[in-house]
């Protein structure tokens, strides 16, 4: 029979190479789906397919939609932003022009300054569809839809 520390060392070993396993096959999470001068309108939820086929693949984080506001106006028109209740609603809105960005029925505002982005990220409490707009300019920039959870 071993003694204890024997014992004791073949356990910490093979904790260590479990360890080292998960570090290996886990890989790194570089996900920089969020860059500056994209102008990504998927929404959040969608399904990416990246064409690898590995079995045990860690799925991509979707891109974080991305409204282009250029001469007060909606670059490709007006943005679709569906979601589900009870998800976490984001969306970055970049602007040439200043002024104040509301999402209607959710009463959240913030004012982007011309030339800046703002960020919004709040939870999807409320079902319906909801206007995001240019305050001051009574602008739609892009439709909030949040679907039954």
Do not use: C, W
Request: hydrophobic share 40%; net charge positive.
């Amino acid at each position: 029979m071993r003694n204890p520390l024997a014992r004791g060392l073949v356990g910490l070993a093979a904790v260590a190479a479990v360890v080292v396993l998960f570090v290996v096959l886990a890989g790194g999470d570089d996900d920089s789906s969020d860059k500056a001068g994209t102008t990504e309108t998927q929404p959040a939820g969608a399904t990416v397919t990246t064409g690898q086929g590995q079995a045990n693949a860690k799925p991509k984080k979707p891109a974080t939609p991305r409204i282009v506001v250029e001469g007060g106006k909606p670059r490709g028109g007006v943005q679709k932003l569906d979601y589900k209740q009870g998800d976490r609603i984001q969306f970055v809105v970049a602007s040439d022009v200043a002024d104040e960005i509301h999402v209607h029925g959710y009463d959240v505002k913030k004012d982007v300054p011309a030339g800046g982005t703002v960020r919004f990220s709040f939870p999807a409490r409320i079902e319906g569809v909801f206007e995001i707009e240019l305050e001051g300019r009574k602008q739609q920039i892009a439709q909030l839809k949040v679907n039954p959870g």
